[in-house]
């Protein structure tokens, strides 16, 4: 029941991004009784998924977490084991929100490494690159996306593409990292 309950809730605010009131809740989990949404409000701050923030109710970053019901390989099919941990996907794409950005992949010079045009990138700021990471990048004043190396011979560093149509970009001017590529983000179309 709290389960069905917290879906209703979890449908509502993503409709309204806002939670219903405890009036709206009564309609919203066809009961007569306040006290029956006092209880199942209760629970749901009890299990950690919404909080009062003074007289209102917040949703936490538990209420928008999706549980991981086990492992499942990607050979033979077996069956997965149900587990209760439950994981935002805020929480395991993005290591600090405060300097983490999103972008829509334009272009393919990064298909060798699984990016594909539309795909979204975590970019994390200031995170130190290093060789081989996948970085966000002024290149004499033009942004890109690509594979940050470092040349052995003269140690300078350039931008290389994971797509053989594409040669190395080598800096005439300057060149400046704004961040490091973290996750992708690819939704699956039907």
Same mark, same amino acid.
């Given at each position: 029941?709290?389960? +069905?309950?917290?879906?209703?809730? #979890?449908?509502?605010?993503?409709?309204?991004?806002?939670? @219903?009131?405890? +009036? +709206?809740?009564?309609?919203?989990? !066809?009961? !007569?009784? #306040?006290? !029956? %949404?006092?209880?199942?409000? &209760?629970?749901?701050?009890?299990?950690?998924?919404?909080?009062? =923030?003074?007289?209102?109710?917040?949703? &936490?970053?538990?209420?928008?977490?999706? @549980? /991981?019901?086990? $492992? %499942? @390989?990607?050979?033979?099919?077996?069956? *997965?084991?149900?587990?209760?941990?439950?994981? &935002?996907?805020?929480?395991?794409?993005?290591?600090? @929100? /405060?300097?983490?950005?999103?972008? $829509? =992949?334009?272009?393919?010079?990064?298909?060798?490494?699984?990016?594909?045009?539309?795909?979204? =990138?975590? =970019?994390?700021?200031?995170?130190?690159?290093?060789?081989?990471?996948? %970085?966000?990048?002024? /290149?004499?004043?033009?942004? &890109?996306?690509?594979?940050?190396?470092?040349?052995?011979?003269?140690?300078?560093?350039?931008?290389?593409? *994971?797509?053989?149509?594409?040669?190395?970009?080598?800096?005439?001017?300057?060149?400046?990292?704004?961040?490091?590529?973290?996750?992708?983000?690819?939704?699956?179309?039907?």
């Amino acid at each position: 029941m709290i389960k +069905e309950r917290l879906n209703k809730l #979890k449908r509502y605010f993503r409709k309204y991004r806002k939670l @219903p009131t405890y +009036e +709206e809740m009564l309609s919203l989990f !066809s009961v !007569s009784s #306040k006290n !029956s %949404v006092f209880k199942t409000i &209760t629970k749901l701050i009890d299990f950690g998924f919404i909080r009062k =923030v003074g007289k209102a109710l917040s949703p &936490t970053s538990k209420f928008f977490a999706l @549980p /991981i019901l086990g $492992t %499942v @390989p990607a050979g033979f099919p077996i069956i *997965a084991d149900e587990d209760r941990k439950y994981l &935002t996907l805020d929480e395991y794409l993005i290591e600090d @929100p /405060i300097s983490s950005f999103l972008f $829509t =992949v334009r272009g393919d010079s990064l298909i060798g490494e699984g990016i594909m045009d539309g795909d979204l =990138v975590v =970019v994390g700021k200031g995170n130190k690159a290093f060789p081989g990471d996948i %970085v966000l990048a002024e /290149i004499d004043k033009e942004w &890109t996306l690509k594979i940050l190396r470092k040349n052995n011979r003269n140690q300078r560093y350039y931008l290389e593409a *994971a797509n053989p149509k594409y040669p190395p970009f080598f800096p005439l001017q300057e060149m400046n990292i704004f961040g490091v590529v973290r996750a992708v983000i690819r939704r699956l179309r039907n």
